[in-house]
T-cell receptor, first 111, second 114 residues
């Protein structure tokens, strides 16, 4: 079993839809949770960062962490074609630890 | 643009050869990370340097080595290349090397081993 699991998709939604992206993990020691967006042939860029459990909102993006279920989510409201990319969840146990990335979910937002 | 630069963008070489990938971190960033991204393995952490010193090691093969120079740029050396080494190689930098959310990725080097 991989430490971090993510449905690879592809996920295809119409413009304006609410998108839900999810990751599950096996190690309860993870405390730092990130979501990265990666456009084709580009490097990942950080979208959201959350420490421990709870929700965080930034514009159209909301990140949720449920440590009891070892489950994290990223919600995208009013999705746009420019949101079409691969979304990688990532997590870390301590600030000094390495980052573990999920395999990524490919999202297409259709105009 | 993250401010992290990587050269070359593309590299095509033969099995058994050796290549060097170069990374220049963002101005002021002391920490550099190297990652390998392939279709079957996803984004895998290879190694981290902080101010010239190795800080953390991930799934880096013995055929691979890296270093960070006094001017903070870093090089990843890949030797005795195999077909399975074909992948995207990313460099990331951060100011301190510990803030979990502070990793800025470069555009990557696409390595093709034939």
């Amino acid at each position: 079993q991989k430490e971090v699991e993510q449905d690879p998709g592809p996920l295809s939604v119409p413009e304006g839809a609410i998108v839900s992206l999810n990751c599950t993990y096996s190690n309860s020691a993870f405390q730092y949770f990130m979501w990265y967006r990666q456009y084709s042939r580009k490097g990942p860029e950080l979208l959201m960062y959350t420490y421990s459990s709870g929700n965080k909102e930034d514009g159209r993006f909301t990140a949720q962490v449920d440590k009891s279920s070892k489950y994290i989510s990223l919600f995208i409201r009013d999705s746009q074609p420019s949101d079409s990319a691969t979304y990688l969840c990532a997590m870390k146990k301590t600030s000094y630890d390495k980052v573990i990335f999920g395999p990524g979910t490919s999202l297409s937002v259709i105009p | 643009d993250s401010g992290v630069t990587q050269t070359p963008k593309h590299l095509i070489t033969a099995t058994g050869q050796r290549v060097t990938l170069r990374c220049s971190p963002r101005s002021g960033d002391l920490s550099v990370y190297w990652y390998q991204q392939s279709l079957d393995q996803g984004l895998q952490f290879l190694i981290q340097y902080y101010n010239g010193e190795e800080r953390a090691k991930g799934n880096i093969l013995e055929r691979f080595s890296a270093q960070q120079f006094p001017d903070l740029h870093s090089e990843l050396n890949l030797s005795s290349l195999e077909l399975g080494d074909s992948a995207l190689y990313f460099c990331a930098s951060s100011p301190s090397g510990t803030a979990p959310h502070e990793q800025y990725f470069g555009p990557g080097t696409r390595l093709t081993v034939t």
